[in-house]
């Protein structure tokens, strides 16, 4: 019988298969306990579609994620393939998705769960019950402007150039997004640019203003320079709640964040595209970390930050929060509950290997629900 909710799996190397191992046993409850069930296909990316068919991705594959209703997305690399051309590097496999899907708006939770509020670089006080949003422009400004190179003068210099460009419909699709986000939050959004020294960011200034003043007057906003922002961040970050920035001063500002909440192991995101005529967007959801080759196959693995990237497929793709709060809660529950993975140990805790952390999640589901 069909589920109308359609997921394509595409675990990736190293470690990304043995995370997204537990990540269908969590999909496996919900369809059992919930009711909440999935067409699932899975296919192969990055190094492994690399070794069985001479491209990180295949028109297949891609195909599948183009027609799925959300992508969950392991990781892709490792030192095997490290040698082999630009276009034949494993993450050309995320970068054609991400293009093909015009996946522009990145969000990165940073949320603090109180039993690891001791693992960050701040003070418990500043990060316990944390829970921010940085919104962040994907498929535009310096990473992708023209003219770009690097060229050698007549005097002999060399000279790099990148430019950085940002349209109104560009400013305005990703603004919405986080408008619309920090209504079903805490109303608060905070735009982030160099509106002082750049031209592209008196603009994007300018329209985040103007799509507020049209469209979002309920939302409360605040405009922040970057450099302000970052120091905000490791200063007070609570005051926050949703940050929409461009793709450059983004990746910056959500791996400072991400670090106020401990490790990588933990950290979930989605990238969503344009919603269509049904009100869909095309969505891929994918811990931050990397595929870990040096820890794969051995059982070490975290596999929180891919569960809390299915429990945002629950949020974003789905409109389930309800069963999106039951996995963030589950997750807060066991950590509580002292279980630890490697990358996580705190002195006095129990140290387990990525299938107990699983089956305590799984677990924990059903405690929650009976
Ligand atoms: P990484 O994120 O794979 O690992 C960095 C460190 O964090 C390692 O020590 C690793 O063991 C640890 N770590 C990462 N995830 C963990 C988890 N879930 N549980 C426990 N420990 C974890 O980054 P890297 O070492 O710079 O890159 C390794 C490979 O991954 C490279 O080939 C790189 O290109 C690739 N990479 C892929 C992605 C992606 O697929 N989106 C992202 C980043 C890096």
């Given at each position: 019988?069909?589920?109308?909710?359609?997921?394509?799996?595409?675990p990736?190397?190293?470690i990304g298969p043995e995370v997204m191992r537990e990540v269908r046993r969590v999909i496996e409850w919900f369809?059992?306990?919930?009711?909440?069930?999935?067409?699932?296909?899975?296919?192969?990316?990055?190094?492994?579609?690399?070794?069985?068919?001479?491209?990180?991705?295949?028109?297949?594959?891609?195909?599948?994620?183009?027609?799925?209703?959300?992508?969950?997305?392991g990781?892709?690399?490792?030192?095997?393939?490290?040698?082999?051309?630009?276009?034949?590097?494993?993450?050309?496999?995320?970068?054609?998705?991400?293009?093909?899907?015009?996946?522009?708006?990145?969000?990165?939770?940073?949320?603090?769960?109180?039993?690891?509020?001791?693992?960050?670089?701040?003070?418990?006080?500043?990060?316990?019950?944390?829970?921010?949003?940085?919104?962040?422009?994907?498929?535009?400004?310096?990473?992708?402007?023209?003219?770009?190179?690097?060229?050698?003068?007549?005097?002999?210099?060399?000279?790099?150039?990148?430019?950085?460009?940002?349209?109104?419909?560009?400013?305005?699709?990703?603004?919405?997004?986080?408008?619309?986000?920090?209504?079903?939050?805490?109303?608060?959004?905070?735009?982030?640019?160099?509106?002082?020294?750049?031209?592209?960011?008196?603009?994007?200034?300018?329209?985040?203003?103007?799509?507020?003043?049209?469209?979002?007057?309920?939302?409360?906003?605040?405009?922040?320079?970057?450099?302000?922002?970052?120091?905000?961040?490791?200063?007070?970050?609570?005051?926050?709640?949703?940050?929409?920035?461009?793709?450059?001063?983004?990746?910056?500002?959500?791996?400072?964040?991400?670090?106020?909440?401990?490790?990588?192991g933990?950290?979930?995101?989605?990238?969503?595209?344009?919603?269509?005529?049904?009100?869909?967007?095309?969505?891929?959801?994918?811990p931050?970390?990397?595929?870990?080759?040096?820890?794969?196959?051995?059982g070490l693995a975290n596999p929180i930050a891919t569960i809390l990237s299915f429990g945002?497929?629950?949020?974003?793709?789905?409109?389930?929060?309800?069963?999106?709060?039951?996995v963030?809660?589950a997750v807060?529950?066991v950590l509580?509950?002292?279980l630890r993975t490697?990358?996580?140990?705190?002195?006095?805790?129990?140290?387990v290997s990525t299938g107990v952390m699983g089956d305590a999640i799984v677990r924990e589901l059903d405690?929650?629900?009976?």
């Open positions: 019988m069909s589920s109308n909710r359609s997921l394509l799996i595409l990736g190397d190293g369809g059992k306990r919930r009711q909440v069930s999935f067409d699932i296909d899975e296919d192969i990316v990055g190094g492994a579609s690399i070794d069985a068919h001479r491209t990180p991705l295949t028109d297949k594959a891609l195909d599948k994620a183009m027609n799925a209703d959300a992508v969950l997305f990781s892709v690399g490792g030192p095997k393939w490290d040698n082999l051309g630009f276009d034949m590097r494993p993450e050309g496999g995320l970068l054609t998705l991400r293009k093909e899907l015009d996946l522009f708006a990145n969000l990165r939770p940073a949320i603090c769960f109180p039993a690891l509020a001791g693992a960050s670089s701040l003070k418990p006080e500043l990060v316990t019950g944390l829970d921010i949003l940085i919104v962040r422009e994907l498929t535009g400004g310096v990473y992708f402007g023209e003219p770009r190179g690097i060229e050698t003068l007549p005097d002999g210099q060399r000279r790099g150039v990148n430019t950085q460009v940002y349209t109104t419909s560009e400013i305005h699709r990703v603004a919405r997004v986080a408008f619309e986000l920090a209504r079903k939050r805490r109303n608060l959004v905070h735009s982030s640019e160099k509106a002082n020294v750049m031209e592209s960011g008196l603009l994007w200034r300018e329209e985040v203003t103007r799509l507020h003043k049209s469209d979002y007057s309920d939302v409360q906003l605040q405009h922040i320079l970057a450099d302000n922002c970052a120091m905000q961040l490791v200063r007070e970050p609570k005051q926050f709640d949703v940050i929409v920035t461009d793709n450059l001063f983004g990746d910056l500002l959500s791996d400072v964040a991400a670090m106020l909440t401990g490790s990588l933990m950290l979930p995101s989605a990238s969503l595209g344009a919603k269509d005529a049904s009100g869909r967007s095309k969505a891929l959801y994918e931050v970390h990397g595929s870990a080759p040096d820890i794969a196959g051995k945002m497929a629950l949020r974003y793709s789905f409109d389930l929060p309800n069963d999106a709060d039951l963030g809660k807060e529950n509580a509950g002292g490697a990358d996580i140990m705190q002195p006095g805790m129990a140290k405690k929650l629900t009976t």
